[in-house]
Nanobody, 117 residues
Framework: QVQLVESGGGLVQAGGSLRLSCAVS????????VGWYRQAPGKQRELVAY???????NYATSVKGRSTISRDNAKNTVSLQMNSLKPEDTAVYYC???????????WGQGTQVTVSS
């Protein structure tokens, strides 16, 4: 059974930092694409960042330069370090593992990030 469990969300003031973590079980993160998405109220879910099995990373323009995605193969976890947070970063953040060969996505339950101005 595949499980993705996010942690690290919370309330932070603008300009602050948060580190989100995703503990993955049942599937190996190092051989799949893993990433973070977010969904703000009334908006569609959008990509924040991802890292491929080869270690290539990609970031949404809105977070580029402020966020870093990383993967710990030994712990089978994925993290997202977010700095210089803005109120528009407020959203529920979801961890994602994509099985590229079959175009299938696994999702976590989400963690709330709220940035106050």
């Amino acid at each position: 059974q595949v499980q993705l469990v996010e942690s690290g969300g919370g309330l932070v003031q603008a300009g602050g930092s948060l580190r989100l973590s995703c503990a993955v079980s049942g599937i190996i993160v190092s051989i799949n694409a893993v990433g973070w998405y977010r969904q703000a109220p009334g908006k569609q879910r959008e990509l924040v960042a991802y890292i491929t099995s080869g270690g290539n990373t990609n970031y949404a323009t809105s977070v580029k330069g402020r966020s870093t995605i990383s993967r710990d193969n030994a712990k089978n976890t994925v993290s997202l370090q977010m700095n210089s947070l803005k109120p528009e970063d407020t959203a529920v953040y979801y961890c994602n593992v994509r099985i590229v060969t079959i175009a299938y996505d696994y999702w976590g339950q989400g963690t709330q990030v709220t940035v106050s101005s």
